[in-house]
């Protein structure tokens, strides 16, 4: 069962192994319960630690099930051995980690909603949204994203952020499996995991260019 959705700030849990294969050339585990988010929707997968009869294993990645519609494969750096199938097993996820893509995930969302407020009307998606090593961007092919609206938009984002304003996510009552996040009156369909309170994002430093039309807002947390 995928437990990150119940609480996305639910660092370890005792589970059970429930796989171990080889999957493309990957050591892969299946664990009955998980915390590991996978990788997708412009956030990158969970990385941490099994512990097995005392033993460290470091999960390196995480992948969706290619056998197992809602299953998540972890992805480990050695080969565990097979018979621990069956075992208890202690997964702690890289926190640190976790936290800084929930906190620079939420980041983009935000801000797009208010770059949407502020130009008082709906604007076309981001054509990437996406976390790279220490920052999270949002690209546009758009000419309704000016540097004008960016640095207008910038100022209510960094004065919202300090105010702080409640994040609520949750599934879809209708449609299985899909889920929604919302925040100050803005609702983005989401299945990533989000930071609580718009306020732990924390401070943040913006930039903007522009190449061929295509606007990109980079966001690092400071
Ligand atoms: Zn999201």
Redesign the pocket.
Known sequence: MQKFYEDQYLKEIKTTIAGVFVENDQNCVQVADNIFYPRG???KGDKGILTIEGVNYDVIGTTKDPYNENGILLIMAEKIPEENKGQEVLCKLNWAFRNKQMRL??A??LHHCLLEKTAGEKLPVPKVSDIQDGFAFNRYESNKITQDLIEKTNQIFCEAIAVGAEVR?YSDPEKEGFRW?ECLGFK?P?????VKNIAEIGEVEIKYNEKKGTPTINIKLK
């Open positions: 929707g412009g956030q995930h939420t983009v969302h996510t996040w983005i989401c299945g990533g995991t989000h």
